[in-house]
């Protein structure tokens, strides 16, 4: 009886690795809280409060959630496919180029066509910029993580360019577009807290990846071709179409990540207009095992984080550059989480022979 | 046309080029060793990055350059040391590990300026002074590319035959392309996968280091954040485009260094072109040189997966 618990105790703290993971990282993000001389308790109350104490806080926790949750599938979604995904911030800059591009463009369209049709540009915009990569990997096996990495820098500057150029305001003093038809935007369904429709959205599309993956013939052969390419090809799976879909797919969903932000939040496309979640995503996929159920916890976490180290820096004055302190170090300690398995056979095989000791 | 290439292609747009190859240069040759090592080390933006902020820290505190280099090496080798530990003891994604390495490098190096400098405030340190070699120095055209220059130029151009020396022409360097290529033989050899593996990420990692120190102490004076600028993934196709040979990898910084310095040149002799294409432009070479390498490279073989002993 005893040792069955022990056993279950045992399984549950290995089974929350993602958990502890996060508490570590805090927890070394503490030190270099003090290290600014500032108690690291009273920040990290600052940081509860401004995340989840407030009306307003958890508004902006949402609000930030929304593009880390499709970013964070979208990595999730090529990493299925044993693809490595670290393109989102392009395609997410090239969807929301498309995306912005088509509601200004279009400025008459009453919402119920105009949003969803800026929604399937940004979806396709991304996943252009996604796709191009995929096909470079199945087709000739050059590494996705070297052209994901190097179309960012093309991605970004391209929308910079069109920014100072044909989309840019008519008044022409910054790189930056004019306010998007109020019909394209994401209304808003909760004043109080300024919540717009999008986490509904991210939340389906989650349930979309779940179901896609999971419970379709495609889904199936992208994690057959993750799992093993080898065997997949001599079963007869298309290889090469399963991973360009996949990168399709992840870099669409990066494209909703941007439209996101630009149609729920600020209203209009500039250059700079995403702090990076395309690359957050890579740290939301992780946590969360690229599973949509962890995804989507994930994306909270980080959100919340987001929201509070803002108000960190508003009342403390620490820089926001914390946030991303704290999320590599949680990335790190989910790369280590992976020797907890091993760890473990080695502590129960321990377990079984001080017990095997103690009959004799 | 011609006048126009004759005023493009002066000796000071070759002598920008050399010099903005340097930090390519020493990021590419220590992914080189951890690469053939078979470690995957995408980190070493990140590894540049925290070596370039902790050679300033270095420079400014010691009041010494050299100093600052060495601090900067041993910071960019501490990166490193976390992505020995996860990629080799702890058998982690390398990939993963790389991308930790670089969110961790620039939320670390951004903050730690903010708090040691405030917002406002830079830190200022004493660079090098140019060494223009004796006689080879004079030598028209040629004595300004390359003869003209602060040390770690040198030290880079160096670095790349030494590199091809030990990788090539000694049994250290013939064991640890074993490790990288068939590692189970290697061990059965006698020779200590683990132990081979942790000094040639930490040799990378030191190197990304010194580019660093090279971009903050070297070029600029100072830090500022993310000056790295994607820098080392750069090095890293360079490095894939040089085939994990040092000399072929040396071509390509060049190749990059100089379609940096045209970013430069280019609206210096008012050719209108958008500072957004410019910007895009090395991106966009590199990328398409590398699109031209279509089938033509083969890593080594045991790259990125983690050597389990029996």
């Known amino acids: 009886m005893r040792r069955e618990w022990s056993e279950a105790i045992v399984s549950a703290v290995f089974s929350l690795a993602p958990v502890w993971a996060v508490l570590g990282a805090l927890l070394l993000g503490g030190v270099f809280i003090a290290a600014a001389g500032i108690n690291p308790l009273d920040a990290y109350g600052v ?21 880390l949750l499709f970013a964070g599938l979208g990595v999730a979604f090529a990493f299925r496919c044993g693809l490595f995904n670290i393109g989102g911030e392009g395609q997410l800059y090239m969807g929301a180029l498309l995306g912005g591009w088509l509601a200004l463009s279009f400025t008459d369209l009453p919402a119920p066509i105009l949003l ?61 577009s004019e306010i998007l038809p109020q019909a394209s935007w994401l209304p808003i369904i909760w004043p109080a807290a300024r919540v717009h429709v999008g986490i509904f959205l991210a939340l389906l599309v989650a349930a979309a990846v779940y179901v896609v993956m999971w419970r379709t013939t495609i889904g199936y052969q992208i994690r057959a071709v993750g799992s093993n390419p080898q065997a997949a090809e001599y079963s007869g799976i298309p290889v090469v179409r399963s991973m360009v879909l996949a990168m399709f797919v992840s870099g669409g969903l990066m494209g909703l990540a941007g439209a996101a932000e630009i149609l729920g939040v600020q209203h209009r496309l500039s250059d700079f207009f995403s702090p990076g979640y395309g690359f957050d995503g890579i740290a939301v996929a992780l946590l969360g095992y690229t599973h ?62 001080t017990g095997a000791a103690r009959s004799d | 046309m011609l ?52 050679g300033v820290v ?111 022409r000694t049994s250290w360097g013939l064991s640890l392309r074993s490790v990288g290529e068939h590692p189970k033989a290697a061990d059965t050899l006698g020779i200590s996968v683990l132990r081979t593996r942790y000094i040639c990420v930490l040799i990378s990692g030191a ?47 060049l190749l990059f260094g100089s379609a940096q310095a045209a970013i430069v040149r280019i609206p210096a002799l008012n050719y209108s072109v958008s500072p957004q294409l410019l910007s895009m432009f090395p991106y966009l070479l590199t990328l398409l040189t590398f699109v031209g390498l279509v089938g033509k490279t083969t890593p080594p073989a045991a790259v990125g997966t983690p050597y389990v002993k029996e």
């Not at chain 1, 820096?313 to 946030?323: F, N």
């Not at chain 2, 030598?139 to 670095?159: D, M, N, S, T």
């Open chain 1, 116 to 176: 969803p049709a800026v929604l399937v540009a940004s979806f396709i915009g991304g996943g252009i910029w996604g796709a191009i990569p995929g096909l470079l990997r199945a087709k000739w096996n050059m590494s996705e993580i070297i052209t994901t990495i190097l179309m960012n820098y093309i991605g970004f500057w391209f929308v910079s360019l069109m920014l100072h150029g044909p989309l840019q305001e008519s008044r022409g003093y910054y790189p930056q």
């Open chain 2, 58 to 168: 270095g420079a400014f505190y010691t009041g010494n350059a050299w100093l600052g280099v060495l601090i900067a090496m041993a910071g960019g080798a501490l990166m490193a040391l976390i992505h020995a530990f996860l990629s080799v003891t702890i058998r982690g994604d390398q990939i993963v590990s790389g991308a930790a390495i670089n969110i961790l490098g620039l939320g670390l190096t951004t903050y730690s300026l903010r708090i040691i400098w405030g917002l406002q405030d830079k830190p200022r340190v004493a660079g090098f002074a140019v060494w223009k070699i004796p006689v080879l120095g004079d030598i028209p055209f040629i004595g300004e590319v390359l003869f003209q220059h602060i040390p770690l130029v040198y030290l880079a151009f160096i670095l790349v035959p030494v590199a091809h020396f030990v990788l090539f």
């Open chain 1, 47 to 67: 940081l509860l409060q401004g995340a989840f104490g407030s009306l307003s806080g958890f508004g902006l926790t949402i609000q930030k959630t929304v593009p």
């Open chain 1, 292 to 353: 949509p159920v962890g995804v989507t916890l994930a994306a909270v976490f980080f959100g919340g984080l987001r929201a509070g180290f803002n108000a960190v820096q508003r009342t403390e004055g620490l820089p926001l550059a914390l946030a991303q302190v704290v999320q590599g170090l949680t990335l790190i300690l989910v790369v280590a989480s992976v020797s907890l398995p091993r760890l473990r056979a080695h502590l129960l095989r321990r377990k079984e022979a």
């Open chain 2, 3 to 54: 006048q126009g290439l004759i005023e493009f292609f002066t000796a000071a747009f070759f002598a920008a080029g050399v010099r903005l190859a340097t930090p390519l240069i020493f990021s590419a040759i220590g992914g080189i060793f951890s690469e053939r090592s078979g470690v995957v080390n995408i980190g070493l933006e990140g590894m540049m990055l925290t070596g370039a902020f902790a």
């Open chain 2, 207 to 253: 190197l990304a280091g010194l580019g660093g120190a090279f971009l903050s102490i070297g070029q600029l004076h100072t830090f500022l954040e993310n000056m790295s600028a994607g820098r080392g993934f750069i090095a890293l196709a360079a490095l894939i485009f040089g085939k994990w040979m040092p000399v072929r990898t040396l071509a390509a910084c």
